[in-house]
């Protein structure tokens, strides 16, 4: 088994205007997923982030405060799972619930070092 | 509850009571803070609930509504007082008692009372009471009600605006008042009710949850012992029968099935049951409530097992009554229909020679739609055919067009 990230990369919801019936309804499809995932035993760690960001740049250490990418380009939160490959990832990363608000999963292998 | 499972329709029932609740709280004149936090509640549980839903939903999704309010207030500069005030001493320690269940109903109510004040537009409270009330976003009370968005937005707004200049109160009114404002809560209740069950080309999704809202609101009033009476009860009762024969009235495609054409084996008997029930409670109550009549009917056509097995007679007897009271012209139109089934076309063009026919309006074609019945009834099909056709050039429905022609094809 290998390690893996799947990142989360899209607008936050507060831009979205979605309404309580339909955050009710994406709530219960990342309940369900988390919970499809929590079964399989396959998930290490996860997480989900805030929008707000700070980066520190240069031999200065120069702070600066965002925004530094477009909104849909945010990373909005992650898991770590185990999977065997690439491909299982694609497989699993189906059921994430954002894609109709155009928002994607980013998939990377973690690196193992011997 | 069973951990990891929330009811249907949680968040948007539950707006409606978080908003309440901080609307008697903290004023109408700051339904602005107060719909921002509770929509922040609802975002900060789409992520933290992810993993785990609390015990009590309802319960953190209410504090953490607060507590996102009392945030924005102290955000903001100008009302910085104000929080200190929710925050601490003895008017804290009353606000926490506007958390319990009966007192959240409480809030409810003044608001939908507060909503139907009469200086307002009907159609404002009509989409002011399915935001505030029952937490349905603008672009959902446009495709509800048919309306552009822009139109919903500006209807909310002005009524809003209108209760905030006005400092219209958050109560219920006391004594002749009081019967005059359930009045019209009911009324909205009712237009809330016909908007998810007469008009066409919606979804049965769209149809049953206004339908149902309809049916939340009126229940919560007749919750309130003070509050009942023979209108109450009458509305309640009405709602339920018309409810039970939602599934049998639309296909597939939301188009309206003809009362003559419905399966009647698919009528909701529990519903058919409570909708009797409360009509008898009804009748415990002195005062008449304009909607006995209607409820009258509805019973009559849910007594009959089928469309043949109608009792005719008794309903148009209901309609001749209800006239007397409330005359309208529709129930004119209705008492010629009825005179047609029952194969007496000389009432029936009695009935229609005595109709204005300016005061339908809009609904103008049903005339000629009824006249082309009675003309088919007396097999004068090439009279009846001109007359349908009138009817579907005044008509202004796509969907009442197809029916009128499909009928027209059927001469």
Redesign the interface.
């Given at each position: 088994m290998k390690k893996f990230m799947m990142l989360f990369v899209g607008e936050d919801y507060p831009e979205l205007g979605l309404s309580p019936e339909q955050i009710q309804e994406r709530m219960g499809k990342w309940f369900a997923w988390n919970t499809k995932m929590r079964e399989q035993g396959i998930i290490a760690t996860g997480e989900a982030l805030t929008y707000k960001i700070k980066r520190v740049v240069g031999p200065d250490r120069v702070v600066s405060d965002g925004p530094f990418v477009e909104p849909k380009e945010v990373v909005g939160g992650f898991y770590v799972i185990q999977a065997e490959s690439f491909e299982h990832v694609v497989e699993i990363a189906q059921d994430y619930p954002d894609y109709d608000l155009g928002n994607s999963v980013e998939i990377r292998e973690v690196m193992v070092f011997e | 509850m069973e951990p990891?499972h929330?009811s249907d329709?949680?968040?948007?029932h539950?707006?409606g009571k978080m908003v309440s609740t901080l609307t008697r709280i903290f004023g109408f004149e700051h339904h602005q803070i107060i719909e921002d936090a509770v929509?922040?509640t609802?975002?900060l549980?789409?992520?933290?609930?992810?993993?785990a839903?609390p015990d009590h939903p309802e319960a953190w999704l209410m504090h953490a509504a607060k507590q996102r309010s009392i945030d924005l207030f102290r955000h903001n500069k100008a009302l910085t007082k104000r929080e200190e005030q929710f925050t601490h001493g003895s008017m804290s320690l009353a606000i926490d008692q506007l958390f319990l269940d009966h007192e959240v109903e409480d809030s409810q109510l003044r608001l939908i009372y507060a909503i139907c004040h009469p200086a307002l537009k009907a159609q404002d409270q009509l989409s002011l009471a399915l935001k505030m009330m029952s937490?349905?976003?603008n672009?959902?009370i446009a495709k509800a009600l048919m309306l552009k968005e822009e139109t919903v937005k500006k209807r909310i707004t002005r009524a809003k605006k209108f209760i905030v200049d006005q400092a219209i109160r958050l109560e219920i009114p006391l004594g002749e008042a009081l019967l005059d404002r359930t009045q019209r809560v009911l009324e909205v209740i009712y237009l809330l009710f016909n908007e998810g069950f007469h008009s066409s080309g919606k979804t049965s999704l769209i149809r049953e949850e206004l339908c149902g809202e309809a049916l939340r609101l009126c229940k919560m009033i007749l919750k309130k012992e003070y509050l009942r009476n023979a209108n109450v009860y009458c509305l309640f009762g009405l709602l339920c029968l018309h409810a039970a024969r939602l599934e049998g009235k639309v296909d597939q495609d939301g188009q309206l099935i003809p009362l003559k054409e419905q399966d009647r084996r698919v009528w909701h008997k529990p519903l058919l049951q409570l909708g009797l029930d409360s009509l008898a409670k009804s009748a415990q109550y002195e005062d008449h409530s304009p909607f006995a009549f209607e409820a009258a009917i509805a019973l009559e056509h849910t007594k009959a097992k089928s469309f043949e097995e109608t009792d005719w007679k008794t309903i148009l007897n209901i309609y001749q009554q209800s006239h007397k009271e409330y005359p309208n012209e529709m129930n004119v139109l209705s008492q010629a229909v009825i005179h047609i089934q029952l194969g007496s076309f000389a009432e029936a063009e009695k009935t229609l020679s005595t109709l204005n026919q300016a005061a339908l309006g809009s609904n103008i074609y049903l005339f000629h739609a009824v006249k082309a019945e009675l003309l088919m009834g007396r097999k004068k099909i090439d009279e009846a055919r001109v007359s349908l056709e009138t009817a579907i050039s005044l008509c202004s429905s796509d969907a009442e067009i197809r029916h009128l022609r499909n009928k027209l094809e059927s001469y």
């Open positions: - | 990891g929330i329709h949680l968040f948007r539950q707006y929509q922040d609802f975002l549980a789409l992520k933290k609930w992810r993993t839903i937490g349905f976003s672009k959902e």
